[in-house]
């Protein structure tokens, strides 16, 4: 993994060494909302952190990529993921604290990954999973380009009932990739 630039952001790979920065972000109740849980104790995280430096799953069917987010020059203020298995499109998740919320340090963040992705890694298509009610999640990646799945999409990575599922196919700027299906009515796709 690599070292990852923006104009405001530089996205580390994430090790064990980062837990204690990011046991101060991932505190902030506010990030729980809607779904997940503050980390039990900085061991705890440590630990984590630790087993994700493998960045594969335990069968290898899985690359595993997270980096954490640091303001350049500065603080921690959250971290990026992707989950991308050996067949299908990767998964993406993203937490940032809530005092950076509102200032484009998300999308900057996430629209570093998807490049690195799709260049890095050739990934040519990404979801991303969120419960329904978590409307900045939804702008974040509507601004970024995704779109509603398809039902083959729904099938790989199955959202539950709660959730909803937004899509990206990776091309040329980011932008839906030639050919993608336009987006589905405001419906419920499944």
Same mark, same amino acid.
């Given at each position: 993994m690599r070292i990852l630039? @923006? =104009? !405001?952001?530089?996205?580390? /790979?994430? %090790?064990? *060494?980062? *837990?204690? =920065?990011?046991? #101060? #972000?991932?505190?902030?109740?506010?990030i729980y909302e809607f779904e997940n849980e503050p /980390? *039990?104790?900085l061991e705890w995280l440590r630990a984590r952190f630790e087993r994700l430096e493998s960045r594969a799953s335990g069968d290898? @069917? =899985? !690359?595993?990529?997270n980096w954490v987010i640091r303001v350049a020059g500065g603080?921690? $203020?959250?971290? %990026?993921? *992707?989950? #991308? /298995?050996? $067949?299908g499109g990767a998964f993406i998740a993203y937490e940032l604290t809530s005092t950076h919320w509102g200032h484009g340090y998300g999308r900057e963040a996430v629209g570093a990954m998807l %490049?690195?992705?799709?260049a890095?890694?050739? #990934? !040519?298509q990404v979801g991303a999973v969120f419960k329904r009610?978590?409307?900045r999640s939804r702008k974040l990646l509507t601004r970024l380009g995704f779109v509603m799945p398809t039902t083959a999409d729904c099938e790989h990575y199955q959202p539950d009932d709660d959730e909803d599922l937004l899509v990206l196919a990776l091309g040329s700027g980011l932008r839906p990739a030639a050919g993608r299906p336009a987006p589905a009515p405001a419906s419920d796709p499944r």
């Open positions: 630039h @923006s =104009e !405001r952001l530089v996205l580390e /790979p994430q %090790v064990a *060494a980062h *837990a204690a =920065e990011m046991f #101060v #972000v991932l505190s902030d109740p506010a /980390p *039990a104790s290898g @069917s =899985e !690359r595993w990529l603080e921690l $203020i959250g971290y %990026v993921q *992707a989950s #991308v /298995p050996a $067949i %490049v690195e992705l799709a890095g890694y050739d #990934v !040519r009610p978590n409307h």
